[in-house]
């Protein structure tokens, strides 16, 4: 719900309407899931399109594999550009408006794909699609973590990461079902029914608000404040405590980094007081992380290894790697409950280890060849996505828009999302050839990768698990005092908070005094 106050706005008035509190914190968890669910969706439905003499290869005259990967990966390629476009542009457009260039791109791109005849046609689809999805994928993050507390980020965060996987699945299924479908429909249908998910998400950003850290970035203070107060609960009033404390906080902030002036590019990754450089490439690693665990072999081509390299006939493929996903959706549910309580960097750190193991194996089963080490290679995928839905799937987001500052923040997400993009597009361009050509060595290649990110992670990473987006600038300015300057912040806000709930126990002790000295006066005076 976009609002315009006026610059009379009482500090002491009260937040009104029905969407506030935790139900204006979910509808902003729930968008941001659909977007993710919209990108997992785009990501998966083409696994189940190529590499099968089916309508879709009739269509565009059977594709050989590297055609196959060119028109896989170009959309992760034009997703880079999306993403870097949001570095120039994201703080300019604002968080609602980046999610809603996205979704507008996105959509003229699913029009020109369900209408393609030719493979040119067809790719030209696929970029558009790709800068809508890039834009989305730099902008979900950074507008779920500045709308939600500190406690809240990482399990909103698995939430949304959860239905992106539901995206995932729900596109694999819907392929296996199309692909008993005889006419063009085959493929048409799967691709345009991403559609219902980019209506849904254009309505519901309609009715809410923007970041109110954007808003008090940009000078709309009293707008910020408000936004605050109806995430803080219900009818809170603008002076309430908290809701000063943390615009203060923001205020801060903003004031320390006007003082800097405008950022430039090249100050973008220079060191410095606040590190950005520092912060910008732990972004991109993060990216580069995910990519590199060997996820998207799996999610793009599941059908075509499970055909390939274990040997299973293409309708047994199909299915099984529907069953795949499902899996993975559910592997996706416990690091809800467990993220904020394990930390971000010891989950990274033993998801790295977990995913080197079942690409060792893999490599080992595909090697062998026979039936049985078939069977072991298959199961190898399914623990191989259990094991990366508990810490990477979720956690190189979420990093990436919690240590960058409020200046850096959109630039630092997109950047992470561009390097997510670009070697999704490696993954996914070299994939099929690889797997043609060299076989069981393509799964080495990724075992090597995880193994080398858990000495990346515990040198590099900082941890940020339940920290306040601003105290994280501490982590990078403060060599060794950061973790004490946070706490003792945190202790003068706990007796802050214990002073006014004594008084507002004071305040009530003293009523009911008053109160029970009345009826007593009452009581007097009939008798």
Not at 428 to 437: D, R
């Amino acid at each position: 719900m976009a609002l315009k106050m006026g610059r009379n706005t009482t500090r002491n008035a009260q937040t009104t309407g029905w969407l506030q509190g935790q139900m204006l914190v979910n509808l902003i968890t729930i968008v941001c899931s659909i977007g993710f669910a919209l990108f997992g969706f785009d990501q998966g439905i083409m696994s189940n399109l190529v590499g099968a003499d089916n309508v879709f290869g009739e269509t565009f005259d059977h594709p050989d594999p590297g055609l196959i990967g060119t028109i896989v990966a170009i959309y992760e390629l034009t997703a880079f550009v999306g993403s870097i476009g949001v570095v120039f542009v994201g703080d300019k457009l604002g968080r609602r408006r980046t999610l809603n260039w996205g979704i507008y791109i996105q959509l003229l791109g699913v029009v020109i794909q369900c209408s393609a005849y030719k493979v040119s046609q067809l790719i030209v689809g696929r970029c558009v699609t790709g800068i809508g999805i890039g834009m989305l994928t730099a902008g979900v993050p950074v507008y779920q973590a500045e709308c939600c507390a500190p406690h809240d980020r990482g399990r909103n965060a698995c939430i949304f990461n959860w239905i992106c996987i539901c995206g995932v699945t729900t596109a694999y299924w819907i392929g296996y079902g199309s692909s008993f479908i005889a006419g063009q429909a085959q493929w048409r249908f799967p691709i345009a029914f991403q559609a219902v998910f980019s209506f849904v998400i254009l309505v519901m950003l309609q009715i809410l608000p923007e970041s109110p850290r954007w808003l008090i970035h940009h000078g709309r203070a009293d707008e910020g404040r408000y936004v605050i107060a109806r995430l803080v609960g219900k009818n809170v009033p603008l002076d309430d405590a908290r809701v000063q404390t943390l615009h203060d906080e923001i205020q801060m902030a903003v004031d320390t980094e006007k003082e800097a002036g405008q950022m430039s590019i090249r100050e973008m990754f220079s060191g410095g007081n606040l590190q950005n450089g520092r912060r910008m490439l732990l972004c991109l690693a993060a990216g580069l992380g995910c990519q590199m665990s060997g996820i998207n072999l799996i999610t793009q081509y599941a059908p075509i290894i499970f055909e390939q390299s274990i040997g299973m006939t293409r309708s047994v493929s199909l299915l099984v790697a529907g069953f795949n996903s499902l899996e993975y959706m559910l592997a996706t549910i416990p690091p809800i409950f467990y993220i904020e309580k394990v930390g971000r960097r010891k989950i990274l750190m033993w998801g790295a280890f977990g995913q080197a193991m079942t690409m060792m194996v893999l490599a080992i089963t595909v090697h062998n060849g026979s039936y049985a080490a078939g069977i072991v290679g298959a199961a190898m995928l399914f623990l191989f996505n259990t094991i990366f839905a508990q810490g990477w799937l979720t956690a190189p987001w979420l990093y990436a828009s919690e240590i960058c500052t409020l200046q850096l923040r959109a630039r630092g997400a997109a950047m992470a999302s561009a390097g997510f993009w670009i070697i999704n597009f490696a993954v996914v361009e070299f994939t099929p050839s690889a797997i043609t050509n060299i076989g069981w060595r393509t799964y080495i290649i990724f075992a090597v990768f995880n193994i080398v990110f858990i000495p990346t992670v515990y040198y590099f990473f900082p941890e940020t698990t339940n920290l306040r987006l601003e105290d994280v600038d501490y982590l990078f300015e403060l060599k060794g005092a950061a973790r004490e300057r946070i706490a003792a912040r945190h202790d003068e806000e706990n007796m802050r908070r214990r002073a006014v709930e004594n008084k507002e126990v004071g305040n009530e002790k003293l009523a009911v005094e008053h109160h029970e000295k009345v009826v007593d006066e009452s009581n007097s005076t009939h008798s």
